[in-house]
């Protein structure tokens, strides 16, 4: 007969043995598939689930290559959903902030929706005031992609395809589109997006995650300490349009060379920042090379200790600071979205470039192939000492 103290010294030494194995906690990784509803029209939607042998775990549909959650741990291993979203399809299926979601054919805004390619003017859906906003009205954020599990050995791996027709939403060519999200073993998100066309059109691809490193529902991300590696952004008109002007960010509010919290200058009396009622803009992306993955942006957030990278080829990169959330959308588990309860850092061409040849070229060409890659890279770091 063993007594209290032999048995809890058992116990005690058991877990203790388990925990130095490495055993404890080590995820299996992978890519499993589960069904997420019915679109109303009668499609079947499937969630994607993809895990690292970390435990960091990314869910992803394919109605509207949405990420759905995207679980990472703090700097003591505590686990949270670190992007706003919903709990069933039938929330994505309206998503008016397009929470999470693959922005297509045209990510941001158009003026006055027109544009002209090879001299014919093209009209485009007017859904944001007199401009055309993330591809129209029914954009990539509400189509139904074709899901593939192509995972390797060394990681999971969803491959998301779509086809769009000539002259959906008022857009020349028809259009295939792929993209490829990859959980690596470091904790990145990586995605490619890959595009070819019949007849000469622009494009502009994004993915429209709001993250809140602190986890979603967390009060807003005004404490978030932001680095934008940019030295210039476009400033815009009162529509969100930009004015064709590269800027030096020197001396303004949009200076984010060295790390500063994002509500430090939010509310400075900043005309730039009146217009976008808050952050809402795009920066110029320094890259050594035209193609380079570069580090465009850092994100920490100094309670949970929390970190997220953005790596990107585009030459721009939209930080918006959630600023059009107004506590009318409730996510996952009742959350109520609060007017900055997420920030996106959203990866792509300059807003409107089909109306500005001064801008890199949106230009995609028969025979041609866009690619381009974003990887979100999540890390923790330990108390900042101030
Ligand atoms: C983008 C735009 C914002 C807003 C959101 C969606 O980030 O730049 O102005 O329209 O999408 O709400």
Same mark, same amino acid.
Request: proline share 4%.
């Given at each position: 007969m063993k007594t209290h103290a032999e048995i809890i010294l058992l116990v005690f030494s058991l877990a203790l043995a388990l925990a130095w194995s490495g055993d404890l906690g080590a995820a299996t990784a992978g890519l499993k598939k589960q069904p997420f509803g019915k679109t109303p029209d009668g499609n079947d939607i499937s969630l994607y689930t993809l895990t690292n042998k970390n435990g960091m775990e990314v869910a992803i549909t394919n109605f509207g290559g949405i990420v759905v959650s995207i679980k990472v741990p703090d700097r003591s291993g505590n686990f949270a959903d670190v992007v706003l979203g919903y709990d069933s399809l039938e929330g994505y299926l309206t998503n008016p902030s397009y929470f999470g979601a693959i922005i297509g054919r045209y990510a941001n805004r158009i003026a006055r929706g027109k544009f002209t390619l090879d001299g014919k003017t093209y009209t485009l859906a007017q859904n944001n005031g007199e401009n055309s906003l993330h591809g129209g009205t029914i954009g990539f954020n509400k189509k139904v992609w074709t899901g593939r599990d192509i995972s390797t050995p060394k990681a999971p791996s969803l491959e998301l395809n779509y086809v769009s027709n000539d002259g959906e939403e008022g857009y020349p060519g028809n259009l295939s589109v792929r993209v490829v999200y990859t959980l690596t073993a470091q904790n990145e998100l990586k995605i490619e997006y890959s595009a070819t066309t019949d007849k000469n059109t #622009? =494009? /502009?691809?994004? /993915?429209?995650?709001?993250? /809140? =490193?602190? %986890?979603? %529902?967390?009060? /807003?991300?005004?404490?978030?300490?932001?680095?934008?590696?940019?030295?210039?952004?476009? $400033?815009?008109?009162?529509? =969100?349009?930009?004015?064709? &002007?590269?800027?030096?960010?020197?001396?303004? $509010?949009?200076?984010?060379?060295?790390?500063?919290?994002?509500?430090? @200058?939010?509310?400075? !009396?900043? %005309?730039?920042?009146?217009?976008?009622?808050?952050? !809402?803009?795009?920066?110029?992306?320094?890259?050594?090379? #035209?193609?380079?993955?570069? =580090?465009?942006? @850092? #994100?920490? &957030? $100094?309670?949970? %200790?929390? #970190?997220? &990278?953005?790596?990107? !080829?585009? $030459?721009?990169?939209?930080?918006?600071?959630?600023n059009f959330l107004d506590g009318t959308i409730h996510g996952n588990g009742g959350v109520v979205y609060g007017q900055r309860s997420g920030f996106c850092l959203e990866t792509q061409h300059y807003p409107d470039s089909p109306n500005h040849p001064e801008f890199p070229s949106t230009l995609l060409k028969p025979g041609g192939r866009f690619h381009s890659t974003t990887i979100f890279k999540f890390r923790s770091e330990p108390l900042q000492q101030h």
């Open positions: #622009v =494009l /502009n691809l994004t /993915n429209h995650s709001y993250f /809140n =490193l602190a %986890g979603k %529902g967390s009060a /807003n991300i005004l404490g978030h300490i932001l680095t934008i590696h940019s030295d210039k952004f476009t $400033p815009v008109d009162s529509g =969100l349009i930009p004015t064709g &002007e590269s800027r030096s960010v020197q001396g303004t $509010p949009f200076d984010f060379r060295k790390s500063t919290a994002i509500g430090d @200058r939010i509310t400075q !009396d900043d %005309g730039q920042l009146k217009l976008g009622r808050g952050y !809402d803009h795009n920066w110029i992306v320094t890259h050594a090379k #035209v193609g380079d993955v570069s =580090l465009a942006a @850092r #994100v920490s &957030e $100094p309670r949970t %200790g929390r #970190v997220l &990278e953005v790596w990107t !080829d585009q $030459p721009g990169i939209q930080f918006y600071s959630g």
